[in-house]
């Protein structure tokens, strides 16, 4: 059976940063692409950022480029969403999904994000 627990959402004021993380179990992790969602009330789900089974490619929605960083670490089945420079525009219930062939098939439960301002 496939799990993803994200941790490390909270609350926190505009300007600071937070560590999201994604342990995964009951798959071969280094096999899949992970990728970091988010949805905030009223709103689409949108892809944050996505990162290739090996690490060796990654890429960001436009409005995350730049203040947030996805890596992982297969050793250890993980995925992190390093989030810096937090806005209010950031608060959503964030994400972590396992995926392959271009297509997201394992999700987490999901993790708060609350920024104030």
């Known amino acids: 059976q496939v799990q993803l627990v994200e941790s490390g959402g909270g609350l926190v004021q505009a300007g600071n940063s937070l560590r999201l993380s994604c342990a995964a179990s009951?798959?071969?992790?280094?096999?899949?692409?992970m990728g970091w969602f988010r949805q905030a009330p009223g709103k689409e789900r949108e892809r944050v950022a996505a990162?290739?089974?090996?690490?060796?490619?990654?890429l960001y929605a436009d409005s995350v480029k730049d203040r947030f960083t996805i890596s992982r670490d297969n050793a250890k089945n993980t995925v992190f969403l390093q989030m810096n420079s937090l806005n209010p525009d950031d608060t959503a219930i964030y994400y972590c999904?396992?995926?392959?062939?271009?297509?997201?098939?394992?999700w987490g439960q999901g993790t708060q994000v609350t920024v104030s301002s």
């Open positions: 999904a396992a995926g392959s062939r271009g297509e997201f098939t394992y």
């Open positions: 009951g798959l071969t992790f280094s096999y899949y692409a």
């Open positions: 990162i290739t089974a090996l690490g060796g490619g990654t």
